[in-house]
T-cell receptor, first 113, second 114 residues
Framework: GEDVEQSLFLSVREGDSSVINCTYTDSSSTYLYWYKQEPGAGLQLLTYIFSNMDMKQDQRLTVLLNKKDKHLSLRIADTQTGDSAIYFCAESIETSGTYKYIFGTGTRLKVLA | NAGVTQTPKFRVLKTGQSMTLLCAQDMNHEYMYWYRQDPGMGLRLIHYSVGEGTTAKGEVPDGYNVSRLKKQNFLLGLESAAPSQTSVYFC?????????????FGPGTRLTVL
């Protein structure tokens, strides 16, 4: 079945780069996403990448996709304390007119001042 | 625009009680979704709707029912609440299919079933 896995915790110092990793099992995904969830709030879409792309850059965010290894990463440059949150990767899978949207378990990023 | 709103924000139920969670969006989105979020399990899709008057089952539909009588509202019902339904529930909406469009999330409803 489909599964999306992430490490649970990551701690970095302010100003350093953060890299959050995600692996997925279903190769038929259409898009892969990164969401940010701050305490007590819903999920906010940060960025997404189409499954036939290798890399996408958006300001401080860089997404790398390795389809062969089914590995997705999110790099946050110059990490700030405001980046402390839980980060979810997700994939969308559409087959025969129905679709699923599978989320990972989330990585809690803690930024130390 | 308010975006996606959910009511109530918090609720405590006793086992066997029923309740309805309301999700409303003012973005004229066709698609709406209900997820539950449990520790260490990410978000799981309960039910979704691809337009007014339609509903479909997601990954974990058992114990829940939904209705989409108006395009802007998506209701999630628990007919007989169980402790296993203690969770945080998120509603989301999108203009089109999730493979093509961003999903916008509500702030969540924290439900505790005793």
């Amino acid at each position: 079945g489909e599964d999306v896995e992430q490490s649970l915790f990551l701690s970095v110092r302010e100003g350093d780069s953060s890299v959050i990793n995600c692996t997925y099992t279903d190769s038929s995904s259409t898009y892969l996403y990164w969401y940010k969830q701050e305490p007590g709030a819903g999920l906010q879409l940060l960025t997404y990448i189409f499954s036939n792309m290798d890399m996408k850059q958006d300001q401080r965010l860089t997404v790398l996709l390795n389809k062969k290894d089914k590995h997705l990463s999110l790099r946050i440059a110059d990490t700030q304390t405001g980046d402390s949150a839980i980060y979810f990767c997700a994939e969308s899978i559409e087959t025969s007119g129905t679709y699923k949207y599978i989320f990972g378990t989330g990585t809690r990023l803690k930024v130390l001042a | 625009n308010a975006g996606v709103t959910q009511t109530p924000k918090f609720r405590v139920l006793k086992t066997g009680q029923s309740m309805t969670l309301l999700c409303a969006q003012d973005m004229n989105h066709e698609y709406m979704y209900w997820y539950r979020q449990d520790p260490g399990m990410g978000l799981r899709l309960i039910h979704y709707s691809v337009g007014e008057g339609t509903t479909a089952k997601g990954e974990v539909p058992d114990g829940y029912n939904v209705s989409r009588l108006k395009k802007q509202n998506f209701l999630l019902g628990l007919e007989s609440a169980a402790p296993s339904q203690t969770s945080v529930y998120f509603c989301a909406s999108s203009y089109g299919r999730p493979s093509d469009e961003t999903q916008y999330f509500g702030p969540g409803t924290r439900l505790t079933v005793l």
